[in-house]
């Protein structure tokens, strides 16, 4: 099965940095890539995400790149706000209606005032 | 509507009791799912209805009864759970039929077992 590995755990930034999340996958066939954030006793969210087909996306502060050569993905948060402490999630599938999400372990992201 | 909703919130149970949580939406989705996670960890997958039809039981013990009365309801039937099995049980609903789909996610039911 599609085994994703996410770094780092924990990311501490100053507010106005940017912070970068890179995840890895195992099934070359995969190829849909979502990110969930889930603040603190809330429900995930999606947040943005990519397709096979697609090397960068970008939604205001927030753009994830996809490297299918090297199976990797990567979540990238300009000008951090402190709303964007959270838990982020990234997440793999392998073929399209496929309900099995393989999800990363999760980057607790605290943005410092 | 574009939430999917779940009661109770918190739930406390004995070991030796029986009790039922509940999801609900009205996006219109066929495909709904049960989601068990532990804190800072992410969510396991339990189990996906797929127009109303058991898709995936990812060999979760029998104390966990899954149950799709119509397209718009979950339900998770609990009998004697183990405190291990104290965590936040989340459902989610995506589209059929489309490729890449969302999973909309509720905001869980927090279980303890005592």
């Known amino acids: 099965g599609e085994n994703v590995e996410q770094h780092p755990s924990t990311l501490s930034v100053q507010e106005g940095d940017s912070a970068v999340i890179k995840c890895t996958y195992s099934d070359s066939a995969s190829n849909y890539f979502p990110w969930y954030k889930q603040e603190l006793g809330k429900r995930p969210q999606l947040i943005i995400d990519i397709r096979s087909n697609v090397g960068e996306k970008k939604d205001q502060r927030i753009a994830v790149t996809l490297n299918k050569t090297a199976k990797h993905f990567s979540l990238h948060i300009t000008e951090t706000q402190p709303e964007d402490s959270a838990v982020y999630f990234c997440a793999a599938t392998s073929t399209p209606n496929d309900y099995k999400l393989s999800f990363g372990a999760g980057t607790t992201v605290t943005v410092r005032a | 509507d574009t939430e999917v909703t779940q009661t109770p919130k918190h739930l406390v149970m004995g070991m030796t009791n029986k009790k039922s949580l509940k999801c609900e939406q009205h996006m219109g989705h066929r495909a709904m799912y049960w989601y068990k996670q532990k804190a800072k960890k992410p969510p396991e997958l339990m189990f996906v209805?797929?127009?109303?039809?058991?898709?995936i039981n990812e060999s979760v013990p029998s104390r966990f009864s899954p149950e799709c009365p119509n397209s718009s309801l979950l339900n998770l039937h609990l009998h004697a759970l183990q405190p291990e099995d104290s965590a936040l049980y989340l459902c989610a609903s995506s589209q059929e039929g489309l490729t890449y789909n969302e999973q909309f996610f509720g905001p869980g039911t927090r279980l303890t077992v005592l």
């Open positions: 209805y797929s127009y109303e039809k058991l898709s």
